[in-house]
């Protein structure tokens, strides 16, 4: 797989999932705008000159619309682009707040839409332009009713996802649906030891191939999707979960509640 | 004697929400309509009589959900049926869209949705025989409208959203609903100005049943689901589209 002369964003580009789809697009040639909320200085320091940081906030649409015209004014294209940023609070029905909605719609579902809206004539513009929306497998399963807001903006992004499709003919478009990934949205450093082994039990004891899933294996995914190999695949939607949609193993006796705690 | 069973219907002024008040009347329920459009919600009183209520609220608004909750519960101590019915979702291509359609389509559909089962479920509680049923559209099935990203996208969420409420709350029952292309004033909305007529005239074509379904056709599967004889359907998503989405897309 060959990215050379490819330019790439990527949002949440400073830790997880985003920092290695990050960095598996530089080690195959590309350069790649690493966007982020919080501070992207270790990516900087580790993945070289490649990667152009750029603190975001996606759900500034303002924000979107300033670094696509800074991409048109020095690279005139865009090829490929990673709605990769997720947010996670859960909260039960009665604790629902509006700012809890419009914090988690902002960065689920707003933002990649008009990342896709003021990208796009720059995707058209590329040779073989390609978008990936990061859903989840909380868009098919109920995990947990307290992630009611989560599952119910990755659905409408995962569904998004067919309409980029028709809309933008020429631009291929798939929803990739990771589970429990082992990245600091799970494994929280204020967490005790103890906590963070309780949260990662009870993911685990949910997930049929028995251990969490990796950055790795979601950048791998994407790579291939976004590469030749994945040409003729558009509008589909793909797990990445180690079959844990496929149906609860319902012996956990983890405690969920270490699991489900708030986390960005 | 049985109680009498009390229903709540959101967008109870026109199409979908109106057909559904006026069967549940029928079947002496009480109806209590939430609209954010006054007028509609007077046509309804004048039409459906003393057994629906009308309370003004836009449901995007939490402050106002507050307050028609407790206009409510001044009058009713439970709730039985509760149908999330409003939400226009405004035709719009991609790249026209702005931040305005996209909120509205969102805090009226999904944000309103949430925040009306926040501020009433504890009413529903108190009811034997809750049931929830959010109205979502066959537009998550199928392209219908050339450009109906924004509704497919929210109504996915619709369909989500009630499946976290099975888990959420294991004594309602909650169940979606998933209209295809109905005759109703928000028919009009799923299509841009000019495309409307041609392409209303050409999906008619497309249609398996060959014509638009009625509002009352839709609000039938509504108040089956709420009443006793679908007591083991929850979590169900049913179509009402006459066919539409098994059509090439």
Same mark, same amino acid.
């Given at each position: 797989?060959?990215?050379?002369?490819?330019?790439?964003?990527?949002?949440?580009?400073?830790?997880?999932?985003?920092?290695?789809?990050?960095?598996?697009?530089? %080690?195959?040639?590309?350069?790649?705008?690493?966007?982020?909320?919080?501070?992207? %200085?270790?990516?900087?320091?580790?993945?070289?000159?490649?990667?152009?940081?750029?603190?975001?906030?996606?759900?500034?649409?303002?924000?979107?619309?300033?670094?696509?015209?800074?991409?048109?004014?020095?690279?005139?294209?865009? %090829?490929?682009?990673?709605?990769?940023?997720?947010?996670?609070?859960?909260?039960?029905?009665?604790?629902?707040?509006? %700012?809890?909605?419009?914090?988690?719609?902002?960065?689920?579902?707003?933002?990649?839409?008009?990342?896709?809206?003021?990208?796009?004539?720059?995707?058209?513009?590329?040779?073989?332009?390609?978008?990936?929306?990061?859903?989840?497998?909380?868009?098919?399963?109920?995990?947990?009713?307290?992630?009611?807001?989560?599952?119910?903006?990755?659905?409408?992004?995962?569904?998004?996802?067919?309409?980029?499709?028709?809309?933008?003919?020429?631009?291929?478009?798939?929803?990739?649906?990771?589970?429990?990934?082992?990245?600091?949205?799970?494994?929280?450093?204020?967490?005790?030891?103890?906590?963070?082994?309780?949260?990662?039990?009870?993911?685990?004891?949910?997930?049929?191939?028995?251990?969490?899933?990796?950055?790795?294996?979601?950048?791998?995914?994407?790579?291939?999707?976004?590469?030749?190999?994945?040409?003729?695949?558009?509008?589909?939607?793909?797990?990445?979960?180690?079959?844990?949609?496929?149906?609860?193993?319902?012996?956990?006796?983890?405690?969920?509640?270490?699991?489900?705690?708030?986390?960005? | 004697?049985?109680?009498?069973?009390?229903?709540?219907?959101?967008?109870?002024?026109?199409?979908?929400?109106?057909?559904?008040?006026?069967?549940?009347?029928?079947?002496?329920?009480?109806?209590?309509?939430?609209?954010?459009?006054?007028?509609?919600?007077?046509?309804?009183?004048?039409?459906?009589?003393?057994?629906?209520?009308?309370?003004?609220?836009?449901?995007?608004?939490?402050?106002?959900?507050?307050?028609?909750?407790?206009?409510?519960?001044?009058?009713?101590?439970?709730?039985?049926?509760?149908?999330?019915?409003?939400?226009?979702?405004?035709?719009?291509?991609?790249?026209?869209?702005?931040?305005?359609?996209?909120?509205?389509?969102?805090?009226?559909?999904?944000?309103?949705?949430?925040?009306?089962?926040?501020?009433?479920?504890?009413?529903?509680?108190?009811?034997?025989?809750?049931?929830?049923?959010?109205?979502?559209?066959?537009?998550?099935?199928?392209?219908?409208?050339?450009?109906?990203?924004?509704?497919?996208?929210?109504?996915?969420?619709?369909?989500?959203?009630?499946?976290?409420?099975?888990?959420?709350?294991?004594?309602?029952?909650?169940?979606?609903?998933?209209?295809?292309?109905?005759?109703?004033?928000?028919?009009?909305?799923?299509?841009?100005?000019?495309?409307?007529?041609?392409?209303?005239?050409?999906?008619?074509?497309?249609?398996?049943?060959?014509?638009?379904?009625?509002?009352?056709?839709?609000?039938?599967?509504?108040?089956?689901?709420?009443?006793?004889?679908?007591?083991?359907?929850?979590?169900?998503?049913?179509?009402?589209?006459?066919?539409?989405?098994?059509?090439?897309?």
């Amino acid at each position: 797989m060959k990215f050379e002369n490819h330019i790439v964003v990527v949002t949440g580009a400073a830790s997880g999932m985003g920092y290695e789809i990050a960095r598996q697009f530089i %080690d195959n040639g590309a350069a790649v705008y690493g966007l982020d909320k919080a501070p992207l %200085d270790n990516a900087v320091e580790q993945l070289g000159d490649r990667f152009l940081p750029r603190r975001i906030d996606i759900s500034a649409e303002h924000e979107i619309s300033s670094l696509a015209q800074e991409v048109k004014r020095l690279h005139g294209k865009l %090829d490929i682009l990673i709605n990769n940023a997720g947010v996670f609070r859960p909260s039960s029905i009665i604790d629902f707040t509006v %700012d809890s909605y419009d914090f988690q719609y902002g960065v689920l579902f707003k933002g990649p839409v008009f990342m896709v809206k003021h990208f796009a004539a720059l995707l058209q513009k590329a040779e073989r332009p390609c978008v990936i929306n990061t859903s989840s497998i909380g868009a098919r399963i109920i995990v947990h009713s307290h992630s009611f807001v989560y599952g119910s903006a990755k659905a409408a992004i995962e569904k998004f996802t067919k309409f980029v499709v028709t809309e933008l003919p020429g631009v291929r478009c798939n929803a990739i649906l990771p589970g429990v990934i082992d990245t600091p949205m799970v494994r929280r450093s204020e967490f005790s030891p103890d906590e963070q082994e309780a949260a990662v039990n009870f993911a685990i004891a949910k997930i049929p191939v028995g251990r969490l899933g990796l950055p790795r294996d979601v950048a791998n995914l994407v790579l291939f999707l976004c590469s030749e190999m994945g040409e003729f695949i558009n509008g589909e939607s793909i797990t990445v979960d180690g079959g844990q949609h496929c149906g609860a193993l319902l012996d956990s006796t983890a405690n969920e509640d270490a699991y489900f705690a708030d986390t960005e | 004697m049985k109680s009498e069973r009390i229903a709540l219907v959101t967008g109870a002024g026109s199409g979908i929400g109106l057909e559904t008040c006026r069967q549940f009347v029928e079947q002496a329920t009480i109806v209590i309509g939430l609209d954010s459009c006054p007028e509609a919600l007077s046509l309804c009183a004048e039409q459906l009589g003393s057994r629906f209520n009308g309370i003004l609220c836009d449901i995007s608004d939490e402050q106002q959900v507050v307050e028609a909750q407790r206009k409510f519960a001044l009058e009713y101590d439970k709730l039985d049926y509760l149908i999330n019915n409003a939400g226009p979702c405004r035709s719009v291509s991609l790249e026209s869209l702005d931040r305005a359609d996209f909120d509205r389509g969102c805090d009226i559909k999904i944000k309103g949705a949430m925040l009306v089962v926040k501020n009433f479920c504890g009413l529903l509680k108190k009811s034997e025989v809750a049931c929830i049923v959010n109205i979502s559209s066959a537009e998550t099935e199928i392209v219908i409208g050339k450009r109906s990203f924004l509704a497919g996208s929210v109504n996915a969420a619709v369909d989500n959203f009630t499946r976290s409420l099975v888990r959420g709350f294991p004594t309602f029952r909650s169940n979606t609903v998933s209209p295809g292309l109905i005759d109703t004033p928000y028919l009009c909305e799923m299509f841009s100005p000019e495309e409307s007529e041609d392409s209303i005239a050409a999906l008619k074509c497309r249609l398996p049943s060959g014509r638009l379904g009625r509002a009352e056709e839709v609000a039938r599967v509504i108040t089956f689901l709420c009443s006793d004889r679908a007591s083991y359907i929850n979590g169900a998503n049913i179509l009402v589209d006459g066919g539409l989405s098994c059509q090439a897309a």
